[in-house]
C-alpha cells in the first residue's frame, strides 16, 4: 500500500499497464494506463467533460497540455489540430513516457511530451488545456497556473475543467483577480469547464 500520488516525479508503484478505448466523436484513442500516473484504468469524468465541450483549438501554432498524464487531452489536441505543435508536460515521468507511447500506438507525430523544464524558454503557446493538479496544494498550483499562463500568447486562451467542491468557483475569482479574466464556459457531474484569457498588459 502506498499514498504516493500522480505529481510524483518518479514513481515506485510497481508498473501494471492497463489499456483503455476512449471514444470520442472524432474518433477512439487507445491509451495505455499504468500506476503511479493520474486516472489509472479509466478517463476521468472531468477530462472526458474538457475533451467533449471544450472549442476547437487553434489550428496551428503551440499547445499545451499542462498535466498531460498518459495524455488523453494532448493525443485528442493533436488530431483536432495537425498542424500544430503539442507540449505535453508532466512532472511524473512516467507519464510522460506514456503520453510518448501513446502518440505513437495511436500513430499522432505532433506531440512533443517532455519534463516542464524542458520547454525552450521562447515558446509561446496559441492554447492551453489541462485538468490542473489541485490535490498539490493551493499555493503550488497558483504557481503552477501562473508560470504558464504567463506564456499564452497574445490571443491565447486555456480551458480548464476543475471540480466544483475543490474550489472551481475560487479559483476562477482568483484568476481573474489576477489579471486573467476567466468565465464559466459548461457545468457537467460536479464540474466546470473554464476559459481564461492571457493577462492584460499594464497600462
Request: proline share 7%; with cysteine; glycine share 6%.
Amino acid at each position: 500500500m502506498t499514498n504516493e500520488q500522480y505529481f510524483t516525479p518518479n514513481p515506485s508503484s510497481p508498473s501494471s499497464p492497463y489499456v483503455i478505448d476512449v471514444a470520442l466523436p472524432d474518433g477512439t484513442l487507445h491509451l495505455t494506463t499504468d500506476r503511479g500516473v493520474f486516472s489509472y484504468g479509466a478517463l476521468d469524468t472531468g477530462t472526458r467533460l474538457l475533451l467533449l465541450k471544450a472549442p476547437q483549438p487553434p489550428a496551428t501554432g503551440n499547445l499545451l497540455d499542462l498535466g498531460c498524464g498518459v495524455g488523453p487531452i494532448a493525443l485528442t489536441l493533436a488530431r483536432r489540430s495537425p498542424s500544430a505543435t503539442v507540449w505535453a508536460l508532466d512532472v511524473n515521468e512516467r507519464a510522460v513516457a506514456l503520453c510518448r507511447q501513446n502518440a505513437v500506438a495511436n500513430d499522432i507525430s505532433n506531440v512533443h511530451a517532455c519534463l516542464p523544464d524542458d520547454v525552450p524558454d521562447d515558446i509561446t503557446f496559441d492554447c492551453i488545456w489541462s485538468n490542473p493538479p489541485i490535490h498539490i496544494g493551493k499555493v503550488a498550483l497558483h504557481e503552477l497556473l501562473l508560470r504558464w499562463l504567463a506564456r499564452l500568447s497574445d490571443t491565447g486562451t486555456a480551458i480548464m475543467v476543475v471540480q466544483r467542491h475543490l474550489g472551481s468557483d475560487s479559483l476562477q475569482a482568483w484568476l481573474t483577480a489576477q489579471g486573467y479574466p476567466t468565465e464559466r464556459l459548461s457545468s457537467a457531474k460536479g464540474f466546470r469547464l473554464l476559459i481564461t484569457r492571457r493577462c492584460a498588459v499594464a497600462s
